[in-house]
């Protein structure tokens, strides 16, 4: 099994920052990208950002200057550092990453974090 755990919500005022992490455990071979997805009430599951195993990252337009992805390929963990939130940064954001279970298993299969809560205060 694999498992995406998330951290790092909470309540910030706008203007403020956080970072969120999210580490992947379990029957992990390569982890080929992982991101950050948010979904914030009524409205459909968006992309915030993404970077792949040799680092080239891509962001939403609303985000890029503000948030900052990385990961740690070693610890198979992923950052959000988010800068300058805005009341309409509030949302779950979830951790997501694309992950090959095996050397045996060609195939890569998508795994989704609980979420956790950020709400950004005006």
């Known amino acids: 099994q694999v498992q995406l755990v998330e951290s790092g919500g909470g309540l910030v005022q706008a203007g403020g920052s956080l970072n969120l992490s999210c580490v992947a455990s379990g029957n992990i071979f390569i982890i080929n990208v992982m991101g950050w997805y948010r979904q914030a009430p009524g409205t459909q599951r968006e992309l915030v950002a993404v970077i792949n195993s040799g680092g080239s990252t891509n962001y939403a337009d609303s985000v890029k200057g503000r948030f900052t992805i990385s990961r740690d390929n070693a610890k198979n963990t992923v950052y959000l550092q988010m800068n300058s939130l805005k009341p309409e940064d509030t949302a779950v954001y979830y951790c997501?990453?694309?992950?090959?279970?095996?050397?045996?298993?060609?195939?890569?299969?998508?795994?989704w974090g609980q979420g956790t809560q950020v709400t950004v205060s005006s």
């Open positions: 997501n990453g694309e992950i090959r279970r095996s050397p045996v298993l060609l195939r890569s299969f998508d795994y």
